[in-house]
Nanobody
Framework: VQLQASGGGLVQAGGSLRLACAAS????????MGWFRRAPGKEREAVAT????????AYADSVKGRFTISRDNAKNTVYLEMSSLSPEDTANYYC??????????????????WGQGTQVTVSS
């Protein structure tokens, strides 16, 4: 099982990025998915989650209105569209999969598979 996150990079404040998480070795449509991030010196935090069907989503308060999570089960891929980025969004972003029932923002320990992370750096 592998979750491959990509799309990170260096962007100026106010800019946008689109992260992608491609899965192999598992059928993504049977899993709830989440994006998490960890900034230097901080705890890992949930950013956004999406149900297996894509019909339900949830966001951390810090990203509401700026980030959008989506999925394309036919492509076995989950996305995170990020806009109006600020230096506070600088972190390593991870995608994760859970077979548990969807319940919005979940604790990281509820997730079963993790990607390797992609770095997002926002300059001021």
């Amino acid at each position: 099982v592998q979750l491959q996150a990509s799309g990170g990079g260096l962007v100026q404040a106010g800019g946008s990025l689109r992260l992608a998480c491609a899965a192999s070795g598992l059928t993504l449509r049977t899993y709830g998915m989440g994006w998490f991030r960890r900034a230097p010196g901080k705890e890992r935090e949930a950013v956004a989650t999406i149900s297996w069907s894509g019909g339900s989503t949830a966001y951390a308060d810090s990203v509401k209105g700026r980030f959008t999570i989506s999925r394309d089960n036919a492509k076995n891929t989950v996305y995170l569209e990020m806009s109006s980025l600020s230096p506070e969004d600088t972190a390593n972003y991870y995608c994760a999969a859970t077979w548990r029932d969807y319940r919005g923002i979940r604790h990281p320990s509820d997730y079963d598979y993790w990607g390797q992370g992609t770095q997002v750096t926002v300059s001021s």
